[in-house]
């Protein structure tokens, strides 16, 4: 619902007539008041950095352009040659104006609301970098995993190594959690996940792990209710789960080492006042109340009505208030 805000915020449409899409991410200012935007609408618990996933790819050196047809690298890599031109690249060198605009939220918000970080997954910004493009399947990207397995896993580790730094430098900017974007796991078989796209987000965990230890990662996947178990062996300390996976199945096949977000249907948020009251209170009791952020299933949808966005939040803010004071003694 944050990351996506200019999909339903009239403010944001009015920043955006003026400004093309990536001039947005790379202007730290412009950044910082469309990151904040929902949070002034709604009064959320943490406000998401505005950026894209394709931003790193645009860094290793890949030809991006963003616009409202969607993302296009006009020079996608489908060998081992072009894959070993991508760049090893500084986040604060080549992404610094994403750094700038957490260091300004950051300095904004104080430390009473956790500012959060992203990217996208290796897998997922893997798929873009051989296809070119969004494509049903990403069949340019299955055929190179298939037919040159070790070429396709020193793209995913490239991009693996990349990612970690990346997210490094935003946790070191002010990020107090981050998020990895697995849009396009929910493609591949189990035995493909564990090939290919597991040992990758293992990867990047771990050198994040590794230097901040205590900084939360949340991993979002889509269409991935055959790779739960997988996904519980990522390393991730919050699994965000679309609207296919039942809470509470996944509540009980999980147990409690690992946080759940989500997972509303977005197009509960296009239906009646009701039916979106009782699809946050749903996802709140499936969980138990405990170890969830709730959230969407996946981004807000354009047409949006403000005032539903705003009754989904005002209504879990209300059973969270409820909660309280029942723990209260009397």
């Not at 055929?143 to 991009?159: C, H, K, N, S, V």
């Not at 230097?211 to 889509?222: E, R, T």
């Not at 109340?289 to 966005?309: D, K, M, R, Y």
Request: charged fraction near 20%.
């Amino acid at each position: 619902m944050m990351r996506q805000a200019g999909r339903y915020l009239p403010e944001y449409r009015a920043i955006r007539e003026k400004h093309g899409f990536l001039e947005v991410c790379k202007t730290p200012d412009l950044a910082v008041e469309v990151s904040l935007q929902p949070y002034h609408a709604f009064r959320m618990d943490a406000v998401i950095v505005f950026c894209d996933i394709l931003v790193p790819a645009q860094a290793m050196g890949m030809d991006l352009e963003l616009g409202d047809g969607g993302p296009v690298l006009a020079n996608p890599v489908r060998d081992s040659v072009s894959i070993g031109k991508l760049r090893s690249f500084d986040p604060e060198v080549e992404t610094r104006f994403l750094c700038d605009a957490l260091r300004q939220l950051s300095r904004t918000l104080g430390s009473a609301v956790p500012v959060l970080g992203f990217a996208g997954a290796p897998w997922t910004l893997a798929c873009y970098i051989v296809e070119g493009r969004s494509k049903d399947g990403f069949p340019a990207a299955k055929q190179l995993f298939y037919r040159e397995p070790a070429t396709f896993r020193m793209l995913l580790d490239t991009i693996a190594s990349n990612t970690a730094r990346y997210l490094q430098a935003q946790i070191a900017a002010g990020a107090s959690a981050v998020q990895l974007f697995d849009t396009w796991a929910g493609e591949l078989t189990q035995a493909d996940y564990r090939a290919a796209a597991l040992p990758a987000v293992q990867q990047v965990i771990r050198e994040v792990k590794v230097a901040y230890p205590n900084v939360p990662v949340i991993l979002y996947s889509k269409g991935t209710s055959h790779l739960l178990d997988s996904l519980a062996e990522t390393g991730a300390d919050v699994l965000s789960l679309d609207w296919r996976i039942d809470l509470a199945h996944a509540r009980r096949r999980l147990g409690s080492r690992i946080a759940l977000q989500g997972n509303v249907d977005p197009c509960v948020l296009l239906g009646p006042r009701q039916a979106i009251a009782e699809a946050v209170t749903a996802a709140v009791q499936k969980t138990g109340g405990q170890g969830h952020i709730l959230n969407l299933g996946h981004g807000i949808l354009p047409n949006t009505p403000v005032e539903n966005a705003r009754l989904f939040i005002e209504t879990a803010q209300s059973i969270r208030l409820s909660a309280s004071a029942k723990a209260v003694p009397q």
